[in-house]
């Protein structure tokens, strides 16, 4: 979108794969986020604009607070793994290791086409033949606006709403350490090419449903410190007793980080019975990510999580222990690329 721009040397090799592919298979993590969405959208209007033919996917759909996403009703319908036929490269994105993207992991299709692995985390596994992680990135949606940038790729209001989304929500509105002035002048250039930035604040940030706000009474309900660590949990039985869905949960989270006596934040959601998903969330200077990596998951110093089998009576104290190592550390000066 700005000639004078040279994107990164990293960018080379997937804008060669995607110059080359007329039919990419373009796919997010589970349980997406803004950044998640943002990021496929986005880069799936643009593939759209250039007269590709891109099949996009979002494992879980789309939560309703990201109902005003543009080009959403270019996602697959019922997207099966079986279906992807005809498809020339695969394009994972923001999704640290492949387990993000649950069953549509399939080894024979992965080892059938090149994969292009796009993603921001830290935690990342390389396991792409074509990696661009870019740690650095606050936000996948700046990597892919990188790529925009590759192609030369003129940003249309659909595609800036969609990355700026993906950058609102990664950095919390513009509020964690990965907010550099060079990602202030991306989102500038997203706002000039016709994104609403007040639109989308209020509709991410000021929209939530009664019942989730009902739920979260619940849950903060179950608020515990532990030293420097605030926990809360949401147990199955507190969503079905008010009919909540899973994704109402989430939300919580922002209040339950606002708690001054902390610096360590745990979320343990009972996704179904048996399996307990952990949010970790910490102020700069602690690192969750290392915790939530050596668990199976993954993600950012500030913001990680991990999927667990088992009970939340033993898990809940389990997931404790390695958080007190954290939360007891002296923290580091400049915590985010701890
Ligand atoms: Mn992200």
């Known amino acids: 979108m700005n000639s004078e721009i040279k994107p990164k040397p990293l960018a080379e090799a997937v804008l060669h794969a995607l110059g080359r592919s007329q039919n990419p298979f373009l796919i997010c993590h589970i349980d997406p986020d803004g950044d998640a969405l943002g990021s496929l959208l986005g880069l799936g209007l643009a593939l759209r604009k250039m007269g590709k033919n891109p099949t996009l996917v979002s494992p879980d759909g789309v939560p309703a607070i990201y109902d005003f996403l543009p080009g959403q009703e270019f996602l697959a319908k019922v997207p099966a793994v079986s279906r992807v036929t005809h498809e020339d490269l695969i394009v994972v994105l923001d999704s640290s290791d492949l387990k993000r ?3 549509y992991y399939d080894a024979t299709l992965f080892a059938s086409r090149p994969v292009a692995n796009i993603d921001h985390h830290a935690t990342n596994t390389l396991f792409g033949n074509i990696n661009y992680v870019d740690t650095s990135a606050g936000a996948c949606a700046e990597i892919v606006c990188n790529l925009l940038d590759g192609m030369h790729e003129e ?11 993906g950058i609102f929500t990664d950095t919390l509105g513009f509020r964690t350490t990965s907010t550099t002035p060079q990602m202030l002048q991306l989102a500038a250039r997203l706002v000039q090419h016709g994104a ?9 940030d000021q929209r939530r449903s009664l019942v989730a706000i009902r739920l979260w009474t619940k849950i903060l309900e179950t608020l ?7 926990w809360a949990q949401c147990d199955l039985a507190m969503r079905r007793s008010i009919g909540a869905s899973e994704d109402e949960s989430s939300g919580v989270l922002r209040t339950l980080t606002s708690v001054a006596e902390a610096s360590v934040f745990a979320l343990f959601t009972e996704r179904s019975p048996g399996r307990i998903d952990v949010s970790l969330r910490s102020r700069p200077g602690y690192n969750v990510s290392k915790v939530a990596f050596r668990l199976g998951g993954g993600g950012h110093p500030q913001a990680a999580g991990c999927s667990l089998e088992g009970e939340m009576a033993t898990i809940v104290p389990r997931v404790l222990s390695e958080l007190r190592i954290v939360a007891n550390n002296t923290p580091s000066p400049q915590g985010n690329m701890a």
């Open 101 to 103: 993207i649950s069953s």
């Open 155 to 165: 940003i249309n209001p659909e595609i800036a709403t969609c990355l700026l989304t």
């Open 196 to 204: 609403p930035l007040a639109g989308i604040a209020e509709k991410i």
């Open 224 to 230: 515990q410190l532990d030293g420097k660590i605030a």
